[in-house]
């Protein structure tokens, strides 16, 4: 009975001690301190990252700090990108989780509401670089007036059209349309070129590709898109009728190739550059791919319209840099989002390289003067948003979703756009009931 | 007594590994796959029991059931092509001769490409802007405009994606064919020569019956793998048009992983799961049948 006395003593002080211990180790990231730019303690920090067209930029980011910061460098992991959501998830489940990570943006709320994330609010509070960082980001990166996460890159779009085409077509290349009305007629002229030429391009069977540039065009009417939880009303306002009318009278007009109904995403960033297309809803990643393709082809680049003269939007995505619950780094991961934010960065790191700045007002910069492109896109920013959702997925990206269906049937067929509108908002609202 | 006993801890012991292997890999997971096809699991939440919550939502949803009788057709579809298929070109290429080796290996070697890749392939052959295909059928006149092969009809969705199955997995049909065709003993084939029965009468009464065993092997095969058909659809036309080429894996996959529903995921994927062992036991039944 002694003995067994004694062990359950000894069982009880070995557990009071480890409980003291595993508290000593956490303490020290636990304790929100000044970020800085550098290293809060040595050793390699590191880092998730979905492969995809920005791997080039995340590369330079990540050199970058590792240049400057050769005692506690990032080892970057890129993870494909349609594995992404459940790599983390495996990791989160079994504690092998990186000490950062980067996180396309529209699954953030997702992981802040199931507590997955590092609440970085203490840590980041009063940064002045906050104050300027994309809106889209940090609507997304916010989860009850909690913070989990700074922008690591942005992709915005915007209209993109063909002023070689314009020309032809009688029309200024330096006057590109103000609304939806405005874009038809001009549509209609370049598509009456003829020959393999047609004045707009729509990706009929891509989700994502459609939120991004169709979405836009419904946000600057004035409507409303997702269902942000139970009970939120989506597709509210005339503007979802009027652009899905918008975008049937285009196809039935002949102004986009019969072969856009089979664009699911794989070659929607090699239509414009085809010099095929007279105007396409895209992203600023196409102004590079544009002039590899195409190098002789001149275009411009202007806001996503609305109903009305001069009403615009743009989506804005990307990713996140977040902190995963594990990270054993939580203070040098605030300090590579310091990083990320810093002037400097923003100018000489993604500016330098054509990319878009994360913070709104470093976009006027030596970089961008010279580039007028990157500036006319760099104005979705200020008019840009990202859906707020914790069923995106379900809701939107996915092909088996209620939003790709609402599209094609308004693309494709003759059914009442009514019941077409009124099919997806149940559809959509099941779905966000759930959540 | 204790040297049955000790026969049988050694018997044990020279099956251990297996039964571990077995107990690891195959008993775990399934028990754990039907634990949480009991749950609200979401892949970054604690789980919740719920019962039998996820079946019943299965059998009520719509685009459950489009997936898995688009799944069956799609198997009743293209397994008499793969079988016909293969056979015919076992019986072309099973006699012994250089050529005919030569035909063999070509047309087994997209067998040993990964089937990612291969709908990756077709997917761009079948592009309408910038595909082979429709570039080679405009040439020669046969088509106007170029055709949209993949993702706005059903039908002709199922036709290209299904064409590109049968390029990739046809030749390890016609391989295990060809073994069986080769074993057939010469003296039963030359009988039926003597007996004065013609080409095709030695092959339906004596090549075939004899063949049949491969034949219900290679079904069961085929059938099990178009059942669980997802990399070619996934890739070629994500479901669409409206969802209509979308199978019960891709049903299984979007659940699971994308919408993050664990749970339901699993008890989809347990109702597939029972749905093919119906359909190995029926065919076993067959194979033991035309055994006996």
């Known amino acids: 009975m002694r003995i067994r006395q004694r062990v359950a003593l000894l069982t009880v002080a070995v557990l009071l001690g480890a409980a003291g211990c595993s508290q000593e180790a956490e303490a020290p990231e636990s304790t929100a301190v000044a970020a800085t730019t550098g290293c809060a303690s040595s050793g390699e920090l590191t880092m998730w990252e979905r492969s995809g067209g920005n791997k080039d930029m995340v590369d330079m980011l990540v050199a970058a700090w590792n240049a400057k910061n050769p005692d506690c460098k990032v080892a970057l992991t890129y993870i494909p990108h349609t594995e992404m959501v459940g790599k983390i998830a495996q990791g989160i489940a079994s504690g092998q989780v990186p000490d950062l990570m980067g996180m396309d943006l529209i699954y953030a709320p997702q992981f802040e509401k199931a507590g997955q994330l590092v609440d970085l609010t203490d840590r980041l509070t009063g940064w002045p670089e906050l104050t300027t960082a994309s809106k889209g980001h940090m609507t997304v990166a916010t989860f009850e007036d909690r913070l989990y996460g700074v922008p690591l890159y942005a992709d915005v779009s915007a209209l993109f059209y063909n002023k070689d085409l314009f020309t032809k077509a009688g029309l200024d290349p330096a006057k590109p349309p103000t609304s939806l009305p405005e874009l038809r007629a001009y549509a209609d002229k370049i598509t009456a070129l003829g020959g393999d030429v047609k004045g707009y391009y729509l990706p009929g069977n891509c989700a994502g590709c459609n939120i991004f540039t169709v979405g836009p065009l419904m946000w600057a009417s004035g409507a409303k898109i997702e269902a942000a939880g139970p009970g939120d009303e989506p597709l509210v306002g005339d503007g979802v009728k009027q652009v899905l009318q918008f975008e049937r009278d285009m196809v039935k007009a002949g102004n986009v190739h019969d072969g856009d109904r089979t664009e699911n995403g794989e070659t929607f960033h090699l239509q414009f550059g085809s010099g095929k297309v007279g105007m396409m809803g895209t992203g600023n990643f196409n102004i590079t791919l544009a002039r590899q393709q195409n190098p002789s082809m001149q275009f411009g680049i202007t806001l996503l319209p609305g109903m009305t003269p001069n009403s615009s939007a743009s989506f804005i995505g990307g990713d996140l840099v977040v902190v995963p619950k594990g990270s054993k780094r939580v203070n040098d991961a605030v300090n590579f989002m310091k990083f990320l934010l810093s002037d400097d960065v923003q100018v000489e790191v993604y500016a330098k390289a054509l990319n878009l700045t994360t913070r709104a007002d470093m976009v006027d910069n030596k970089y961008f003067k010279e580039e007028p492109l990157v500036q006319d896109v760099a104005k979705a920013l200020t008019v840009g948003r990202t859906p707020y959702t914790l069923t995106f997925f379900e809701q939107i990206n996915s092909p088996q979703g209620p939003w790709l269906k609402m599209l094609q049937r308004a693309y494709y067929t003759d059914d009442n756009l009514d019941t077409v509108i009124a099919d997806a908002k149940k559809e959509m609202s099941d779905i966000a009931a759930k959540s | ?292």
């Open chain 2, 1 to 292: 007594m204790q040297r049955t006993r000790s026969n049988r801890l050694t018997g044990l012991a020279y099956v251990a590994p297996a039964l571990v292997f077995v107990l690891v890999f195959t008993v775990y997971p399934l028990g754990r796959m039907v634990w949480m096809s009991l749950h609200n699991w979401s892949l970054i939440a604690e789980p919740r029991f719920i019962g039998l919550d996820n079946f019943r939502q299965a059998f009520s949803d719509r685009q459950f059931w489009t997936s898995f009788l688009f799944t069956l057709k799609y198997t009743a579809l293209i397994t008499p092509v793969l079988i016909i298929g293969g056979y015919l070109l076992a019986l072309l290429t099973a006699p012994v001769s250089r050529v005919r080796a030569f035909t063999r290996t070509v047309i087994f070697v997209p067998v040993v490409i990964g089937l990612g890749v291969s709908s990756l392939l077709w997917y761009w052959l079948f592009s309408t802007d910038f595909g082979v295909i429709n570039r080679i059928l405009l040439d020669l006149g046969l088509i106007d405009q170029p055709v949209l092969w993949l993702g706005v009809d059903a039908g002709t969705s199922n036709f290209a994606i299904s064409t590109s199955v049968v390029w990739k997995v046809i030749g390890f049909g016609m391989i295990l064919f060809v073994g069986a065709i080769q074993a057939v003993p010469a003296e039963i084939t030359e009988a039926s020569l003597v007996d004065g029965a013609g080409y095709w009468q030695r092959i339906g009464r004596v090549v075939l019956p004899l063949t049949m065993r491969t034949v219900l092997l290679v079904t069961l095969v085929s059938v099990i793998g178009s059942l669980l058909a997802f990399d070619q659809f996934y890739i070629m036309t994500a479901g669409q048009p409206q969802n209509e080429t979308a199978t019960s894996v891709f049903f299984v996959y979007l659940n699971s992983f994308p919408y993050l529903k664990l749970g339901y995921g699993a008890a989809l994927s347990l109702i597939l799961a029972v749905t093919i062992l119906a359909f190995t036991i029926v065919q076993l039944v067959l194979t033991r049948r035309s055994e006996s």
